[in-house]
């Protein structure tokens, strides 16, 4: 959507707080959580289909599961917002190259898995339900897929896991909604109406979920990578969880953005989850 488009919902959103508040901020929090895409093309499919297809079970939601055999050590794969299984195309070769056993899932309301709305915390509990069909020894999350994972981590017992990648992950919960809120303009009435609902419906305040916080406890070693000019998660994100995560180690890179889809990171996974 153009910045034309998301400042004129916004507006309308705010016009519409000084009749409901709260209707107003059900309505926000609905946009905020609603991919506009992330289901396959039929380009994406070619790539998926050249997987072990399954479906798993959370509560009465399908998970969508592809899986790449190998005999080698398993690793589970976490795309991030508005994306599917299908972002890992450019890493499956090299990952293949060293006989992984490869898992990846679609998110809640992505890809080929249910649910029309979408949440870190959902997208944590897909993940765990993942972890404990197919005991992965590491696990990679981009973006919110990142975050999602050290929600799952941070939650359920993931004995299997011993080493988590972290590509361009954001740090804390309240980072992501604050931009979500400044993008759109809203006004205060939904903005605190938004941190109303997320206390309802979490039983914890924004600023509990910090993804950084929580790999404080974490003994699996990590591997935190981040661009510098990062549009859409900023560097100090990467640079909070450097300073959380004490198992860990961090790269910064320069000019691979947010995406960090490029063959000298992509050996340095390798590397990392070969050591």
């Not at 309505?27 to 997987?51: D, H, V």
């Not at 799952?152 to 804390?172: F, I, T």
Request: net charge positive; hydrophobic share 40%.
């Amino acid at each position: 959507m153009s910045s034309f488009v998301i400042k004129s919902i916004g507006n309308v959103l705010n016009a519409t707080s000084l009749l409901s508040a709260n209707y107003a901020s059900k309505k926000a929090l609905s946009l905020f959580a609603s991919p506009r895409k992330g289901r396959y093309t039929e380009l994406q499919r070619k790539l998926i289909n050249s997987a072990y297809f399954e479906t798993l079970k959370y509560e009465n939601l399908e998970i969508a599961t592809y899986r790449w055999v190998g005999k080698g050590k398993t690793v589970l794969l976490a795309h991030g917002w508005e994306s599917n299984a299908s972002r890992w195309e450019y890493l499956l070769n090299d990952l293949k190259s060293q006989d992984y056993n490869i898992i990846a899932l679609d998110a809640p309301a992505h890809g080929r898995s249910d649910g029309k709305q979408f949440n870190a915390i959902l997208y944590s509990k897909f993940i765990n339900t993942v972890v404990q069909k197919f005991q992965p020894d590491v696990l990679i999350g981009h973006s919110v897929g990142g975050m999602a994972s050290v929600f799952c981590m941070y939650n359920h017992d993931l004995s299997s896991v011993n080493k988590m990648v972290l590509l361009g992950a954001p740090a804390h919960f309240t980072g992501v909604f604050s931009r979500y809120k400044s993008m759109m303009g809203y006004n205060n009435r939904i903005s605190n109406g938004l941190d109303k609902i997320v206390f309802e419906r979490f039983g914890q305040p924004v600023d509990y979920f910090s993804a950084a916080n929580f790999t404080k406890s974490f003994k699996a070693k990590g591997l935190i990578i981040h661009d510098k000019k990062d549009k859409i998660i900023p560097i100090e994100d990467a640079l909070l969880f450097a300073n959380r995560y004490k198992n860990s180690e961090l790269i910064i890179t320069e000019g691979f953005g947010h995406s960090l889809k490029d063959a000298s990171l992509t050996l340095q996974i390798i590397n990392f989850i070969n050591q």
